[in-house]
C-alpha cells in the first residue's frame, strides 16, 4: 500500500534562509510524487511534480525537491525563504494502478519569520 | 478559464441532516475526484467520477455519495450528518479521457467547502 510521511509537522525559518521539508513515501509501484501548497482559505495549489522523469525537479517561485529511490524520500527544498511562503505544505504520492487517486501526507506548515 | 469551482463557500448544517456540495470542474477537463480534508489534517480521497459513473472510491460509509453530469460537474451528497463530518469538502478536476491516471499526472483543485456540522 502506499503511503506519505512528512517528518516535520512545523518548520520555522528566517527571511532569506534556506527551506527544507522533508518527505518519505511507500509504494509498491513506480510513483507519482507531488508537492502541494495550500495558502489559508484558498484552494491546493501544485509546486512541482515527479514522475519518473529527472529526479531533480524544479517547481513554481523557486522550490524544488530530489527524488531519491534508495532513501525513498522526496525532500522540498528552496534557497532562500520568502514571507509569502508562509503556507502549509503536502508531499502527495500516486500510483500508476490507482487511477489517479491521491494519497495526502499529513502537511508541514511553514513559518517565515522577518 | 475561471479553473475549479465549488459551492458553497461555507455551509452549516444540524446532526441527521443531508447536505449537497456542488462543483465545476476546469474547462476541457472530464474526471472529478472529492476530498475531505479535517482539521489539521492531510485531505482524504472519497471517490472520482468518470463518464457519470463512480470509478474509485476510499474509505468512506455509503452515506457519502454522487454524481456526475453530462457536463462533467459533479455532486457530493452526504446522508445523516455526524459532527464527524465537520471537514473542509474538495473538488478536484483532471483530464484522463479513460486511462488509468490523469493525462499529464495533475490534478486541479478548488477553493473548498467548509462544512459545519452542529
Known amino acids: 500500500a502506499q503511503s506519505v510521511t512528512q517528518l516535520d509537522s512545523h518548520v520555522s525559518v528566517s527571511e532569506g534562509t534556506p527551506v527544507l521539508l522533508r518527505c518519505n513515501y511507500s509504494s509498491s509501484y513506480s510513483p507519482s510524487l507531488f508537492w502541494y501548497v495550500q495558502h489559508p482559505n484558498k484552494g491546493l495549489q501544485l509546486l512541482l511534480k515527479?514522475?519518473?522523469?529527472?529526479?531533480l525537479v524544479k517547481g513554481i517561485n523557486g522550490f524544488e525537491a530530489e527524488f531519491k529511490k534508495s532513501e525513498t524520500s522526496f525532500h522540498l527544498t528552496k534557497p532562500s525563504a520568502h514571507m509569502s511562503d508562509a503556507a502549509e505544505y503536502f508531499c502527495?504520492?500516486?500510483?500508476?494502478?490507482?487511477?489517479?487517486?491521491?494519497?495526502f501526507g499529513q502537511g508541514t506548515e511553514l513559518s517565515v519569520k522577518p | 478559464d475561471a479553473g475549479v469551482t465549488q459551492s458553497p463557500t461555507h455551509l452549516i448544517k444540524t446532526r441527521g441532516q443531508q447536505v449537497t456540495l456542488r462543483c465545476s470542474p476546469k474547462?476541457?477537463?472530464?474526471?472529478v475526484s472529492w476530498y475531505q480534508q479535517a482539521l489539521g489534517q492531510g485531505p482524504q480521497f472519497i471517490f472520482q467520477y468518470y463518464e457519470e459513473e463512480e470509478r474509485q472510491r476510499g474509505n468512506f460509509p455509503d452515506r457519502f455519495s454522487g454524481h456526475q453530469f453530462p457536463n462533467y460537474s459533479s455532486e457530493l451528497n452526504v446522508n445523516a450528518l455526524l459532527l464527524g463530518d465537520s471537514a473542509l469538502y474538495l473538488c478536484a478536476s483532471s483530464f484522463v479521457e479513460g486511462a488509468l491516471r490523469p493525462l499529464g499526472d495533475e490534478q486541479f483543485f478548488g477553493p473548498g467547502t467548509r462544512l459545519t456540522v452542529l
Open positions: 515527479y514522475t519518473s522523469a529527472a529526479t
Open positions: 502527495v504520492v500516486s500510483e500508476f494502478n490507482q487511477g489517479g487517486k491521491l494519497i
Open positions: 474547462s476541457g477537463h472530464d474526471t
